[in-house]
């Protein structure tokens, strides 16, 4: 006769053991599959491309307790409103761009990237920018030629990499697009461009 416990059986900890990882493949899944519908373009938190025809601000809910965005009236980017199409591809080309110039080796996107520059999730908002009725055109010198920017003089700097007009307005279409997103308040105690009207 064993005097090896029910419990304690090799049998019964590769059952449960197959059962639990089962579980928690069903559990992923699900997961993912809502993540996915959450994070999506033209979902609740992240807005259609063609948000970037619209003003973008921030102001403080007090029932959740941070700043959140607020999608305004018509402000088109760069005075030219997009379909969604063309929005979409003005969006991705900015993303390209950011990803083809590392541009999270020194900075940070919605909290992912490095730390040795400023964050970025919310840079269309900065108002290092001066006001919002420059903020385009500088955004656009700044990402073409930084090397003699003011916010070059602030600390760090910022390397020429080479960045073509189209390149930097895209980007900039990235940029705006990205403060539209509803981030649960990161980063914290940011300040945005004043844009009253």
């Known amino acids: 006769m064993s005097d090896i416990q029910w419990w304690s059986s090799e049998s019964f900890w590769r059952k449960t053991a197959i059962w639990v990882t089962a579980g928690s493949f069903v559990v992923l899944i699900f997961l993912t599959l809502h993540s996915m519908s959450e994070i999506w373009a033209g979902s609740k938190r992240v807005p ?7 003003r973008i601000d921030y102001v403080f809910d007090e029932k959740r307790n941070f700043q959140v965005p607020v999608i305004g009236v018509e402000e088109p980017l760069f005075g030219k409103k997009l379909t ?15 990803q083809a110039k590392n541009c999270m080796n020194c900075h940070t996107l919605l909290g992912n990237g490095a730390y040795y520059a400023p964050d970025l999730t919310k840079s269309w908002l900065d ?3 001066g006001s919002k009725e420059v903020r385009e055109q500088q955004m656009v010198e700044f990402l073409m030629s930084p090397q003699d920017r003011v916010h070059n003089g602030l600390g760090r700097r910022m390397p020429n990499l080479g960045i073509t007009e189209e390149e930097a307005r895209a980007t900039v279409a990235f940029l705006k697009w990205m403060a539209s997103i509803d981030t649960n308040g990161f980063p914290y105690n940011f300040k945005p461009i004043k844009q009253e009207n």
């Open 84 to 98: 969604e199409e063309e929005a979409e591809a003005l969006v991705s080309r900015g993303k390209l761009t950011v």
């Open 127 to 129: 108002p290092w920018w």
């Open 48 to 54: 259609a491309y063609s948000v970037i025809n619209h």
